[in-house]
């Protein structure tokens, strides 16, 4: 069973530049979350995604958007980048059952943005 | 806003040690997770804890969630330099909260 695929892996941008990352779940998952992993903060909450709408938000500004199509992978953009924007994005998926959602996530293994 | 602090924040040991790891927090959870990552990849499910008082073993990893859901520890036995890694902790409720993890180091 194929695990969560993200890309790109790697990519340096320039501050105000704009950035789309890619994420394919599980197959079979429906819900994406998505997080953002710096040495500081730790493992922040972007947004979670499920049936191609955004069900839980959080504290970020709204340069950070996401999306989610129909066959479950998901994009997050990120607009005017900025030096801080630096930082491991992960995306999971996880699994609903009987419409309650597990809880329990599969990352993959990011995408690693360097905001020049 | 639900805080989990997790402690140490750095641990080096020698192979063959054993260890414990903390994860506390003020807030009740519904369950409790913890996640292992390595450097360049994502973070891996080790195990999730949903009884108070729950213990959880697996292999020389033993993982405690306490009486009052609030806080969890794991203990490694035995370490070897594959534990080396990223653990850590998350807390459940409508939103699942990260702690910012214990970077374990373990030393042939």
């Known amino acids: 069973k194929a695990g969560v695929t993200q890309t790109p892996r790697y990519l340096i941008k320039t501050r105000g530049q704009q950035v789309t990352l890619s994420c394919s779940p599980i197959s079979g998952h429906r819900s994406v979350s998505w997080y953002q992993q710096t040495p500081g903060q730790g493992l922040q909450f972007l947004f979670e995604?499920?049936?191609?709408?955004?069900?839980n938000k959080g504290n970020f500004p709204g340069r950070f958007s996401g999306r989610q199509f129909s066959n479950s992978r998901s994009e997050m953009n990120v607009s005017t980048l900025e030096l801080g924007d630096s930082a491991l994005y992960l995306c999971a998926s996880s699994l609903e059952v009987s419409g309650r959602n597990t809880g329990e996530l599969f990352f993959g293994e990011g995408s690693r943005l360097t905001v020049l | 806003t639900q805080l989990l602090e997790q402690s140490p924040q750095f641990l080096s040991i020698q192979e063959g040690e054993n260890l414990t790891v903390y994860c506390n927090s003020s807030?009740?959870?519904?369950?409790l997770q913890w996640y292992r990552q390595e450097p360049g990849e994502g973070p891996v499910l080790l195990v999730t804890v949903v009884t108070g008082g729950e213990v959880k073993k697996l292999k020389r990893l033993t993982f405690q969630f306490g009486d009052a859901r609030k806080d969890s520890s794991l203990h490694i036995t035995a370490a070897q330099p594959g534990d080396t890694g990223l653990y850590l902790c998350a807390g459940s409720n409508y939103k699942l909260t990260f702690g910012k993890g214990t970077l374990l180091t373990v030393n042939p």
């Open positions: 807030s009740v959870f519904s369950s």
């Open positions: 995604y499920f049936s191609e709408t955004q069900r």
